[in-house]
C-alpha cells in the first residue's frame, strides 16, 4: 500500500514545529501529544458504548450538582492518568473532580505547565448517540518549577493559556488544538490509529448564517438577548440572511461546526441562573482561546471571557463565541443590558 506522504501525523506536525524553534524543550508538544493518547482510549469506549455497560448515570453527583455518566467517570480517569504517568503536566483540574490535583512525583514536580479540562463534554448526549467531546486549556504554572502546583496556577485569565484544543468524537473522530500560532485539526485515522493533519491553519469565517441557542429559554433571557434572537429570526437576503438555527446541546459540536462554517454560539445567562451554565475554566477559555487565535471573538456579554479572571476552580460564566463580524452585531444588543 502506498503511503501519502504529503499527510502528516501530529507527531510529525509537532516535531516540525518544534525545528522551527530550535531551543524548545518539547514539553508542551509531549503534552499534546498524551492529550491525544487519551483522546485515543475514549474514543474506543465511545464507539462501543452501546455493546458495553458504561451507559448511564453514574450514581454519583459531580461538583456542578449533575449526574455523573458511566463514560464521564472513565474519560476523566483516563486523561488524568495519562496526564498523571507523563512527564509534562504538573497538575491538573477537572470539570469532575472537586478540586486541583497536584502531581507529587519529582519528575511533575519539575513540568512548566498545568492542564485544564471538561473530559466530556455534552455527556447528557451519550445515551442518544449525539457527537461528544473533550475540552482543555493549558497554562504555564505561576508558582516555581519544582515545587508542588497550587490553586494559584489554575485560578489564571484564559488570556495566559499557552495552548487550548478539543477532540470530537463524532461521524469521524477529530482533535483540534490552538497555540498562539495558529489553529489546526487532526483526524484519527483508524486504519493507523494515528491522528493525521486534516484542517491546518484553520481561520474561523468572518460571518456565518448559523446561530446556535436555547430556544427553549427564550423568555428567560435579557431583553438585548432576546431582541438579538429576534433579529436573527428576521434575517434576509437585505439584511446579511438568512440565518439558520442550529443547536446540538453538545458544546463541542456547536462550536466545531460554527468555527469551520462561520457562525454564532450563544449561552447567555437566564433569570433562573444569571451566570449561565457553562464553566469558564474548562469550556469557554479554552474555546475563546481556540476561536480567537482563528480570527474570531468570545464575551460574556461585558467582557472578553479570555480577560476575566477566575476567583473558583467551578466558576460559571455567560457565554457568547463566533464569527467576528456577528460576534460585533451581537454586542450592538448586549449592550441594552449593561
Not at 525545528?19 to 514539553?27: I, L, W
Not at 448526549?125 to 504555564?140: A, E, K, L, M, W
Not at 483540534?176 to 474561523?204: M, Q
Not at 462561520?262 to 481556540?290: H, M, Q, V
Amino acid at each position: 500500500m502506498a503511503i501519502n506522504r504529503k499527510i502528516l501525523t501530529l507527531d510529525e506536525f509537532t516535531i516540525q514545529q518544534l525545528r522551527d524553534f530550535p531551543h524548545a524543550t518539547g514539553e508542551l508538544s509531549r503534552l499534546l501529544r498524551d492529550m491525544g493518547l487519551a483522546a485515543k482510549r475514549v474514543n474506543v469506549e465511545v464507539n462501543k458504548a452501546g455493546l458495553v455497560d458504561i451507559l448511564g448515570d453514574a450514581g454519583t453527583v459531580n461538583v456542578q450538582g449533575e449526574e455523573v455518566k458511566k463514560l464521564d467517570v472513565y474519560a476523566n480517569d483516563q486523561f488524568t492518568g495519562v496526564l498523571r504517568h507523563g512527564i509534562s503536566c504538573a497538575g491538573i483540574a477537572s470539570e469532575e473532580l472537586d478540586d486541583y490535583v497536584a502531581f507529587d512525583d519529582e519528575i511533575s514536580k519539575k513540568s512548566k505547565y498545568v492542564c485544564l479540562y471538561d473530559p466530556l463534554d455534552g455527556s447528557a448526549n451519550i445515551d442518544v448517540n449525539v457527537s461528544i467531546g473533550t475540552i482543555f486549556g493549558v497554562y504555564r504554572r505561576v508558582t516555581p518549577v519544582g515545587s508542588l502546583v497550587t490553586k494559584e496556577d489554575f485560578l489564571q485569565p484564559g488570556n495566559q493559556q499557552v495552548a487550548a484544543g478539543y477532540m470530537i468524537y463524532g461521524s469521524s473522530t477529530m482533535l483540534v488544538y490552538a497555540t498562539r500560532r495558529g489553529v489546526n485539526g487532526f483526524t484519527l485515522d483508524p486504519s493507523i490509529g494515528e491522528w493525521t493533519l486534516s484542517h491546518p491553519d484553520i481561520k474561523c469565517p468572518e460571518i456565518g448564517r448559523i446561530y446556535s441557542v436555547n430556544h427553549g429559554n427564550f423568555f428567560e433571557y435579557s431583553e438585548g438577548v432576546k431582541k438579538y434572537i429576534t433579529a436573527c429570526q428576521k434575517k434576509d437576503k437585505t439584511n446579511g440572511g438568512p440565518y439558520t438555527q442550529r443547536y446540538i446541546g453538545s458544546m463541542v459540536a456547536d462550536v466545531h461546526r460554527n468555527l469551520i462554517k462561520g457562525g454564532i454560539f450563544t449561552y447567555p445567562g437566564t433569570t433562573s441562573k444569571p451566570k449561565g451554565k457553562l464553566r469558564l475554566l474548562y469550556e469557554c477559555n479554552p474555546f475563546a482561546f481556540i476561536v480567537e487565535v482563528a480570527g474570531g471573538k468570545a464575551t460574556n456579554g461585558k467582557e472578553r471571557i479570555l480577560d476575566i479572571q477566575p476567583t473558583e476552580l467551578h466558576q460559571r460564566v455567560p457565554f457568547f463565541v463566533g464569527s467576528k463580524l456577528m460576534m460585533e452585531e451581537l454586542e450592538t444588543y448586549l449592550k441594552e443590558d449593561q
